[in-house]
């Protein structure tokens, strides 16, 4: 079995790159692979609640996120700093999420087969 790490850097709603990353990271948990995903920068962005897609023609990807469990994808990390830079705690994300020290990323990076950007 292969392991994935997609990296979230962007910012929610910047064009369909996000719709086309998780497109790619579902057909890889769908055929059994580990898949993780880590949300750094503004990509921490994506899993904040009340989001408004629709009124720039996008799709809301949060009903996506919430699925990530089904297809068991539950290694789900933010990058802690990247959070507090913005002044966010995990308490205001969808989802729970294990927080990754900026220290420990590359650790974390050197754990997966492929790292997928965003």
Not at 14 to 36: N, Y
Not at 74 to 96: A, H, K, M, N, Y
Request: net charge negative; proline share 5%.
């Amino acid at each position: 079995m292969k392991s994935f790490l997609f990296v979230m850097r962007r910012p929610p709603h910047s064009g369909v790159r996000l719709s086309e990353t998780l497109d790619a990271l579902l057909t890889a948990a769908a055929f059994d692979q580990r898949v993780a995903v880590l949300w750094l920068d503004d990509g921490v962005l994506q899993l904040l609640a009340r989001q408004q897609p629709e009124s720039l023609a996008l799709k809301d990807t949060s009903a996506i996120f919430k699925a990530l469990e089904l297809y068991e994808v539950t290694e789900l990390c933010v990058e802690r700093e990247s959070l507090q830079e913005r002044g966010l705690t995990p308490e205001d994300l969808i989802l729970p999420v294990r927080l990754v020290g900026r220290s420990e990323i590359n650790a974390l990076i050197a754990g997966f087969f492929a790292v997928v950007p965003d």
